[in-house]
């Protein structure tokens, strides 16, 4: 049977998962996800090499809400960005989540803010 802290984590069996399978999955998790996975780690068994991983991981959306945004919801949130939303937003991708159509949209937007500004 479950804990009840163990529904609420975004993993299920949370507790039962090997150190080198949760560190691999943990890239799969939106930050709120991964703040919770955070929170509960530091307050259990505190791995060094799962905390290491969130560390890395762990970071701001370059704009609210991103990571449950559909590739066409991050177009059109972007269409008005500036260039370093858009360089940030590229950047976010690239770390958390390598969508293909997502990338060549920001590259795309990113050289269209680029050469408006002169650069």
């Known amino acids: 049977m479950e804990s009840t802290t163990d529904t609420q984590m975004p993993i299920s069996g949370y507790d039962g998962l090997k150190t080198h399978r949760l ?6 998790h939106s930050q709120i996800e991964l703040a919770a996975i955070d929170a509960y780690e530091s307050a259990h068994e505190a791995r060094p ?3 290491n991983k969130l560390r890395y991981l762990r970071g701001s959306e370059p704009i609210s809400g991103y990571d449950d945004l559909t590739p066409d919801a991050i177009s059109a ?6 260039l370093q939303t858009i360089t940030d937003a590229r950047e976010y991708e690239r770390k958390f989540h390598r969508r293909p ?6 590259n795309r937007l990113r050289r269209q803010r680029a050469s408006a500004h002169g650069g």
């Open 23 to 28: 560190v691999a999955d943990l890239s799969k």
């Open 49 to 51: 090499e799962v905390l």
């Open 77 to 82: 949130a972007l269409q008005d960005a500036d």
């Open 101 to 106: 159509p997502v990338l060549e949209d920001l």
